[in-house]
Nanobody, 124 residues
Framework: VQLQASGGGLVQAGGSLRLSCAAS????????MGWFRQTPGKEREFVAA????????YYADSVKGRFTISRDNAKNTVYLQMNSLKPEDTAVYYC??????????????????WGQGTQVTVSS
């Protein structure tokens, strides 16, 4: 499975960005697709997740109401719409995928497949 993340950039506080994660290879309808973020010296932090099947979505408390995760099965692509961005959202954002039969996939250790990361910088 290959994941290609894109869409990062520099934005002012209060602005918006949309990240994309295109999946290819042996993807599965049973996959969970997740977004994580990481800043220097810190652990990779869960942001949001969605299952390829169904409509359930999951968010970290820090992004609820501001970020929206969605998927386009026909394009094998997952999106992260980020609104009302704050300087503390600055990080490298990674998409991840794996077959996670139970739970929502909030731990980075649950995922074997990762994209290359895309930098998001929010200026104050």
């Amino acid at each position: 499975v290959q994941l290609q993340a894109s869409g990062g950039g520099l934005v002012q506080a209060g602005g918006s960005l949309r990240l994309s994660c295109a999946a290819s290879g042996r993807t599965s309808i049973r996959f969970v697709m997740g977004w994580f973020r990481q800043t220097p010296g810190k652990e990779r932090e869960f942001v949001a997740a969605v299952r390829w099947s169904g409509t359930s979505t999951y968010y970290a408390d820090s992004v609820k109401g501001r970020f929206t995760i969605s998927r386009d099965n026909a394009k094998n692509t997952v999106y992260l719409q980020m609104n009302s961005l704050k300087p503390e959202d600055t990080a490298v954002y990674y998409c991840a995928a794996d077959h996670i039969p139970m739970g929502v996939g909030v731990l980075a250790s649950e995922y074997d497949y990762w994209g290359q990361g895309t930098q998001v910088t929010v200026s104050s």
